[in-house]
């Protein structure tokens, strides 16, 4: 499968962006989906994952509460709402796929999409 992730840009603390992330190729319902994101200087670390039919999900303890991550099977889209965005969620966000379970190690996933800047000001 082949990812597009779109969605970023600058945005004040307390604000509120959604992450896009566009599937193409293979069936997308046959995939968990992940969001990672990676701080400079820092390894990519897991935000939120999603079962293939939506029903399960999982946040990092960072984010829950303030990230929502959904998905449309019939749009083969993923999404990610952020809100209330901190300064230490500046990053770049990646969507990726895997055919396994609802997995947070990035070494789980096998397609990742380009990334996407989220920078948020304090």
């Known amino acids: 499968v082949q990812l597009q992730a779109s969605g970023g840009g600058l945005v004040q603390a307390g604000g509120s962006l959604r992450l896009s992330c566009a599937a193409s190729g293979r069936s997308f319902s046959v995939y968990t989906m992940g969001w990672f994101r990676q701080k400079s200087g820092k390894e990519r670390e897991f935000v939120a994952v999603?079962?293939?039919?939506?029903?399960?999900?999982y946040y990092a303890d960072s984010v829950k509460g303030r990230f929502t991550i959904s998905r449309d099977n019939a749009r083969n889209t993923l999404y990610m709402q952020m809100n209330s965005l901190k300064p230490e969620d500046t990053a770049v966000y990646y969507c990726a796929s895997n055919r396994g379970g609802v997995n947070t190690s990035p070494r789980d996933y096998d397609s990742w999409g380009q990334g996407t800047q989220v920078t948020v000001s304090s």
């Open positions: 999603i079962s293939r039919n939506g029903i399960t999900t």
